[in-house]
């Protein structure tokens, strides 16, 4: 009799849990049918956290071993997580009102721990509501189905669970379709419009000729935009000079939605008095449109992590002048995804904040409302959302520095190999693109025989800006069978790029690239 006793209080623990488990995965859904892909579905908040106290090692290791796949690991992680907490404080609230005597509102009393985590983790009250009333609503099922079951119903657990995952699995497709359909429809709200002249397009004089009747001058923009179409290579494989699916890393999977009208950047720390420029303030200044280059400091030497816009904004030297800052060391940016990285104040000098990317506003992925970009330096330090500069008196370790990684300092130089195709002729193509941050690049050479003997490529013109990649082609005569093909840069001081791969840890990938061709 004890053992079959025990046995059932074994078997009512697994079910009590299985249904908690549950009543976590259904208030993942629920959070996330009311806010979708957003800072107000509760997995964001927790991924955060994880990205921030996770030791370095484990994200050294995603980054190099696993890649982009180990982004997706983080999201799956932080989701799992998530369901466990929430699951644990449903079951929690069911036991409460159980022990109070009060096993039909076992599911109201559940939801609530659910909704004041998720409020705690969002600050969305209404939007918690969501997750609140998902979790309650499994468990009042579970319920229902354990008070309809039949005195001879051999089953009465099974039933229970089954209708608790029915539950889920109902609520998790309804969560995905409302959750996608208000992220879809969540962007950025417009922001204010600049004085005329001061958005990089001229005059401001092109609607007047349009209602004239009159073809409109082209901007500034696009006459930048149509010199780096003509001076780019038309190759299979190879991206233009102003690339047409720009790469970004982020800490969490889940961008920041700031709108123009929030958002403002603040000066402070080592400073007279602090200051601070909201949108208004820094699209009446006037403009400055510039191509440039972002090399992130995690990708593989051959990667495609580097890329390259027209980034228009105003220079952060005025802004700093405008503040008073005094000559210091360094600075700490911070960004609204609790980004936060370091690096010298006369570099922060050199460098942008934007708002238009490739003539359009700035996207959300790419730091919407204003971003960094820091001509030169490793993509890590071109903070995106960007809302604080803090002026520092002595070094510190910013977010990367802090997992054991040195990338805020100049960009290694490197010459990818990207495309390879026969041509008409059967000669071979082979073609990339080649950066080395504000030292330029002045030539890039090609072996077809594995490193003994090497030949100048053709680049492309190069185009206006202080740290922009070129592009490169070769063709050749194949020799028979398999070779080896290596390509390597010399930067414009004449320095020739590093043979020996390091790869990405610490400080960026570096080394020649070679590919072996059929």
């Given at each position: 009799?004890?053992?079959?006793?025990?046995?059932?209080?074994a078997r009512e623990r697994w079910v009590v849990a299985l249904v908690a488990l549950a009543a976590g995965g259904a208030a993942v859904a629920g959070s996330y049918a009311a806010a979708g892909f957003t800072p107000s579905y509760v997995v964001a908040p927790v991924e955060t956290v994880l990205a921030r106290y996770i030791p370095g090692v484990f994200i050294t290791f995603a980054i190099v071993v696993l890649g982009d796949l180990?982004?997706?690991?983080?999201?799956?992680?932080?989701?799992?997580?998530?369901?466990?907490?929430?699951?644990?404080?449903?079951?929690?609230?069911?036991?409460?009102?159980?022990?109070?005597?009060?096993?039909?509102?076992?599911?109201?009393?559940?939801?609530?721990?659910?909704?004041?985590?998720?409020?705690?983790?969002?600050?969305?009250?209404?939007?918690?509501?969501?997750?609140?009333?998902?979790?309650?609503?499994?468990?009042?099922?579970?319920?229902?189905?354990?008070?309809?079951?039949?005195?001879?119903?051999?089953?009465?657990?099974?039933?229970?669970?089954?209708?608790?995952?029915?539950?889920?699995?109902?609520l998790g497709a309804a969560g995905w379709f409302l959750g996608n359909r208000r992220t879809s429809s969540g962007g950025p709200a417009a922001p204010p419009t600049p004085a005329a002249g001061q958005d990089g397009s001229g005059d401001g004089g092109s609607d007047a000729q349009a209602a004239a009747g009159e073809t409109p001058a082209p901007t500034e923009t696009e006459m930048l935009l149509a010199e780096a179409e003509e001076k780019s290579f038309d190759i299979d494989g190879l991206e233009p000079l102003v690339s047409e699916e720009f790469y970004h890393v982020d800490i969490s999977s889940v961008n920041p939605q700031v709108q123009a009208q929030d958002w403002s950047l603040s000066v402070t720390g080592a400073v007279p008095e602090e200051t601070s420029f909201d949108y208004q303030d820094i699209i009446e200044r006037e403009s400055t449109l510039e191509f440039s280059t972002l090399r992130c400091v995690g990708e593989r030497l051959n990667g495609k992590k580097t890329d390259t816009a027209l980034w228009e904004g105003v220079r952060v030297g005025d802004l700093l002048e405008a503040a008073n800052v005094p000559d210091r060391c360094c600075v700490m940016a911070r960004g609204a995804d609790s980004f936060f990285e370091e690096f010298p104040v006369a570099a922060l000098r050199e460098s942008l904040l934007v708002y238009r990317m490739n003539g359009a506003l700035l996207p959300r992925a790419h730091g919407y409302p204003a971003r960094l970009v820091v001509p030169g330096h490793w993509g890590e330090i071109h903070v995106k959302w960007v809302d604080e500069l803090e002026i520092l008196d002595e070094p510190a370790k910013g977010y990367w520095e802090q997992k054991g990684w040195h990338g805020t300092g100049p960009v290694n130089t490197v010459a990818k190999l990207y495309a390879v195709n026969d041509r008409p002729d059967g000669r071979k193509q082979v073609a990339g693109h080649s950066y080395a941050g504000t030292r330029g690049i002045?030539?890039?050479?090609?072996?077809?025989?594995?490193?003994?003997?090497?030949?100048?490529?053709?680049?492309?013109?190069?185009?206006?800006?202080?740290?922009?990649?070129?592009?490169?082609?070769?063709?050749?005569?194949?020799?028979?069978?398999?070779?080896?093909?290596?390509?390597?840069?010399?930067?414009?001081?004449?320095?020739?790029?590093?043979?020996?791969?390091?790869?990405?840890?610490?400080?960026?990938?570096?080394?020649?690239?070679?590919?072996?061709?059929?």
């Amino acid at each position: 009799m004890k053992r079959q006793e025990l046995t059932a209080a074994a078997r009512e623990r697994w079910v009590v849990a299985l249904v908690a488990l549950a009543a976590g995965g259904a208030a993942v859904a629920g959070s996330y049918a009311a806010a979708g892909f957003t800072p107000s579905y509760v997995v964001a908040p927790v991924e955060t956290v994880l990205a921030r106290y996770i030791p370095g090692v484990f994200i050294t290791f995603a980054i190099v071993v696993l890649g982009d796949l180990g982004k997706q690991l983080s999201l799956i992680g932080a989701t799992l997580l998530a369901v466990l907490v929430l699951g644990t404080l449903a079951g929690l609230g069911r036991a409460i009102a159980e022990q109070a005597g009060l096993r039909p509102l076992a599911g109201p009393f559940a939801g609530i721990p659910v909704w004041g985590a998720t409020v705690a983790l969002t600050g969305r009250p209404v939007l918690s509501l969501g997750a609140g009333l998902a979790a309650a609503l499994v468990v009042s099922l579970a319920g229902l189905a354990g008070r309809m079951t039949r005195a001879d119903d051999p089953s009465p657990d099974r039933r229970r669970v089954v209708t608790s995952l029915a539950g889920l699995a109902g609520l998790g497709a309804a969560g995905w379709f409302l959750g996608n359909r208000r992220t879809s429809s969540g962007g950025p709200a417009a922001p204010p419009t600049p004085a005329a002249g001061q958005d990089g397009s001229g005059d401001g004089g092109s609607d007047a000729q349009a209602a004239a009747g009159e073809t409109p001058a082209p901007t500034e923009t696009e006459m930048l935009l149509a010199e780096a179409e003509e001076k780019s290579f038309d190759i299979d494989g190879l991206e233009p000079l102003v690339s047409e699916e720009f790469y970004h890393v982020d800490i969490s999977s889940v961008n920041p939605q700031v709108q123009a009208q929030d958002w403002s950047l603040s000066v402070t720390g080592a400073v007279p008095e602090e200051t601070s420029f909201d949108y208004q303030d820094i699209i009446e200044r006037e403009s400055t449109l510039e191509f440039s280059t972002l090399r992130c400091v995690g990708e593989r030497l051959n990667g495609k992590k580097t890329d390259t816009a027209l980034w228009e904004g105003v220079r952060v030297g005025d802004l700093l002048e405008a503040a008073n800052v005094p000559d210091r060391c360094c600075v700490m940016a911070r960004g609204a995804d609790s980004f936060f990285e370091e690096f010298p104040v006369a570099a922060l000098r050199e460098s942008l904040l934007v708002y238009r990317m490739n003539g359009a506003l700035l996207p959300r992925a790419h730091g919407y409302p204003a971003r960094l970009v820091v001509p030169g330096h490793w993509g890590e330090i071109h903070v995106k959302w960007v809302d604080e500069l803090e002026i520092l008196d002595e070094p510190a370790k910013g977010y990367w520095e802090q997992k054991g990684w040195h990338g805020t300092g100049p960009v290694n130089t490197v010459a990818k190999l990207y495309a390879v195709n026969d041509r008409p002729d059967g000669r071979k193509q082979v073609a990339g693109h080649s950066y080395a941050g504000t030292r330029g690049i002045r030539t890039v050479e090609v072996s077809t025989d594995g490193g003994s003997t090497w030949n100048e490529a053709e680049l492309t013109e190069p185009l206006p800006g202080r740290a922009v990649w070129r592009q490169w082609k070769y063709e050749y005569e194949p020799p028979g069978g398999t070779h080896e093909v290596v390509v390597r840069a010399v930067d414009g001081e004449g320095t020739l790029q590093p043979q020996e791969d390091s790869g990405p840890y610490p400080s960026g990938p570096s080394g020649w690239v070679s590919r072996r061709v059929d």
